[in-house]
């Protein structure tokens, strides 16, 4: 009986004296780093990720054999919970806890074997990197681990309370916002309403000044042109179109080429000012070859034109015009031989009859 008492007593101070050694061989010691809700980015030097990658650098320095050698793995876990999906969510924590292993893997020299990677759907939007080492002052270190998960959890609580807060103001503002545009609309209605009981004549001085104008015959013959015209007032507008295109094909031996400039005044006519008589004036120079003899020089007129607008929409109309006048063209044959062009005669055609057509669309600036 003496000797089992004395084996159980030899026990228990064995327990006694090795059970807090053992205790304090190992400590869990953990670095949080944290990432922009619905990102995958890692800062390092925001919300202070570079005071723990430090923390964490230093601590990887001190055992780096020992993590080199596979007896200390780092324990990497991914967290996100900001995306719509589960799947989205393990997705972007999978790639932030490989970004934070890239950073480690490049700045303290380890490899990826020396990671074990655990990714997660829920608790927040943050990587924690944790490592087992050896330490003799374990109730410190624990608590500060605990300190610091206090710390985070506080401050998760924090940006969901600001999260709430964020969203609870966009919701007010977009309200106020709905509100306003249904108040701008209803004023907007009302004056519609109360232009539509005006004259039609006061409607009109609210007309357009500019336009933008683009003759679709011309450019149907591949020849661009662009225009601008200014309406003084309701009755009266000035208006200039120019034409310019140089094509040429058959190793050169064929060519059409013009640039031309139409500047014109108008006078609207009728109750809607659709209908229009207008005054042009019309300068260029051209180049043909469309057979074995081409013809280059200038060509200079102006006539009468008429027309009507026919409105689209509130910004877009279509403009068809007719022009009749005088024509005076003045131009050189010549023929291409071996490559060079060869003058042949001079010409001068006088043309009376149509100098202009048009279908063109206005397009209202302002």
């Known amino acids: 009986m003496s000797r089992k008492i004395t084996f159980l007593t030899l026990f228990l101070w064995l327990m006694t004296v090795t059970f807090p050694v053992i205790a304090q061989q190992k400590a869990d010691t953990t670095y949080t780093f944290r990432f922009v809700p619905q990102k995958d980015m890692f800062y390092v030097p925001w919300n202070g990720n570079d005071t723990e990658l430090a923390r964490l650098l230093e601590c990887i320095e001190n055992n780096k054999a020992t993590i080199l050698d596979g007896k200390l793995p780092l324990l990497v876990d991914g967290y996100c919970n900001s995306l719509g999906s589960e799947a989205e969510n393990l997705a972007t924590?999978?790639?932030?806890?490989?970004?934070?292993?890239?950073?480690?893997?490049?700045?303290?020299?380890?490899?990826?074997?020396?990671?074990?990677?655990?990714?997660?759907?829920?608790?927040?939007?943050?990587?924690?990197?944790?490592?087992?080492?050896?330490?003799?002052?374990?109730?410190?270190?624990?608590?500060?681990?605990?300190?610091?998960?206090?710390?985070?959890?506080?401050?998760l609580v924090a940006e969901k309370r600001a999260e709430q807060e964020r969203l609870a103001e966009e919701q007010r503002k977009a309200e106020e916002a709905r509100l306003a545009a249904e108040k701008a609309e209803a004023e907007k209605t009302a004056q519609q309403n109360t232009l539509a009981d005006t004259p039609s004549e006061t409607k009109i001085t609210t007309d357009y000044h500019l336009s933008l104008r683009a003759n679709l015959l011309r450019w149907a013959t591949l020849t661009p042109d662009l225009g601008l015209e200014w309406r003084i007032c309701p009755s009266w507008g000035i208006a200039v179109?120019?034409?310019?295109?140089?094509?040429?094909?058959?190793?050169?031996?064929?060519?059409?080429?013009?640039?031309?400039?139409?500047?014109?005044?108008?006078?609207?006519?009728?109750?809607?000012?659709?209908?229009?008589?207008?005054?042009?004036?019309?300068?260029?120079?051209?180049?043909?070859?469309?057979?074995?003899?081409?013809?280059?020089?200038?060509?200079?007129?102006?006539?009468?034109?008429?027309?009507?607008?026919?409105?689209l929409n509130k910004a877009l109309a279509l403009d068809f015009n007719l022009g009749l006048g005088y024509l005076n063209a003045d131009f050189e044959k010549y023929e291409v031989i071996d490559g060079v062009r060869v003058r042949c005669g001079n010409e001068t055609k006088n043309w009376c009859g149509p100098i202009n057509a048009g279908v063109t669309l206005v397009w209202k600036l302002f």
Not at 133 to 151: H, N, S
Not at 260 to 272: F, L, S
């Open 241 to 311: 179109n120019g034409s310019w295109t140089s094509w040429s094909w058959s190793d050169k031996d064929r060519r059409y080429a013009l640039w031309e400039v139409a500047p014109e005044v108008r006078y609207y006519m009728g109750e809607k000012k659709a209908w229009y008589l207008g005054a042009m004036f019309k300068a260029g120079q051209f180049n043909y070859k469309l057979s074995e003899t081409g013809k280059q020089g200038d060509l200079m007129g102006g006539g009468i034109t008429a027309g009507y607008q026919l409105r």
């Open 93 to 155: 924590a999978k790639i932030r806890a490989n970004r934070v292993k890239s950073e480690l893997i490049t700045r303290a020299k380890i490899k990826e074997e020396n990671f074990i990677t655990h990714n997660h759907a829920t608790g927040g939007d943050f990587v924690i990197v944790c490592l087992t080492v050896p330490t003799k002052e374990t109730a410190a270190m624990d608590a500060e681990a605990e300190a610091r998960r206090k710390a985070e959890a506080e401050r």
